[in-house]
Every structure is written in structure tokens, then in C-alpha cells.
């Protein structure tokens, strides 16, 4: 069992930036691919970025490439999201997930592969 708890949502004004932070509990980890999901109101839950347990690969949902940076540290088993040049399409809850891999490369796009999931933190940008 793996306990995710996401940290550092905001307000914001357009343009600004926030840092959210995602810790874990439980078991190993660096066993696991580590992503962040949004989901604003009236709408899915997204794939927002991905890095993988050796923290040498990452993905990116294209709204978000080149403002948002994932970055994790498994001695202090934590992940964040650095979120830049907000914009007011970037309010929603953000969820970090967890997801059990062999691979030391491997990012998963796919929200069905994550097995656990944090409770959210709300990001609010102003226009």
C-alpha cells in the first residue's frame, strides 16, 4: 500500500507560479512511475506529466510543455510539479498517482495503470 498526499495548491494570479509537492508512505518508493492527473469541473480527469521511478524519463501533457516541470526525490520519497506562466485553463484539483513498475524508464500516460492516488489540491489561477 502506497498513501499519496498532495501539498502547495493555491490561488493565483495568470502568469504566477505554484509548486506542488506529492508525498508517499508505505511501500518502496522508487518501485514506482509517479504522475500527475487535473481534473476541473464538468470534466475527465487528465494526464498532466509522468516521470519515471529513476527520475531519467518524463512526459508531458502538451497544454502543459515548457511551463510545467515534474521532478522527484526518492531519499525523501517525494515528487513535485513546478508550475509556471499559469493560466486561468490550468484551474482544477490535481491529483498525484502512483504506479507499481519494473522498469527504470517507463512514464505512464494512462490513469488506469496508476493504483493509488492522492486526495487532491486545489489550483485556482486568476485572470
Known amino acids: 500500500q502506497v498513501q499519496l498526499v498532495e501539498s502547495g495548491g493555491g490561488l493565483v494570479q495568470a502568469g504566477g507560479s505554484l509548486r506542488l509537492s506529492c508525498a508517499a508512505s508505505g511501500r518502496t518508493f522508487s518501485n514506482y512511475v509517479m504522475g500527475w492527473f487535473r481534473q476541473a469541473p464538468g470534466k475527465e480527469r487528465e494526464f498532466v506529466a509522468g516521470?519515471?521511478?529513476?527520475?531519467?524519463?518524463?512526459d508531458y501533457a502538451d497544454s502543459v510543455k515548457g511551463r510545467f516541470m515534474i521532478s522527484r526525490d526518492n531519499a525523501k520519497n517525494t515528487m513535485y510539479l513546478q508550475m509556471n506562466s499559469l493560466k486561468p485553463e490550468d484551474t482544477a484539483v490535481y491529483y498525484c498517482?502512483?504506479?507499481?513498475?519494473?522498469?527504470?524508464?517507463?512514464?505512464?500516460?494512462?490513469?488506469?495503470?496508476?493504483?493509488?492516488w492522492g486526495q487532491g489540491a486545489q489550483v485556482t489561477v486568476s485572470s
Open positions: 516521470i519515471s521511478w529513476s527520475g531519467g524519463s518524463t
Open positions: 498517482a502512483a504506479g507499481k513498475t519494473i522498469s527504470a524508464s517507463r512514464v505512464y500516460i494512462d490513469r488506469m495503470l496508476y493504483e493509488y
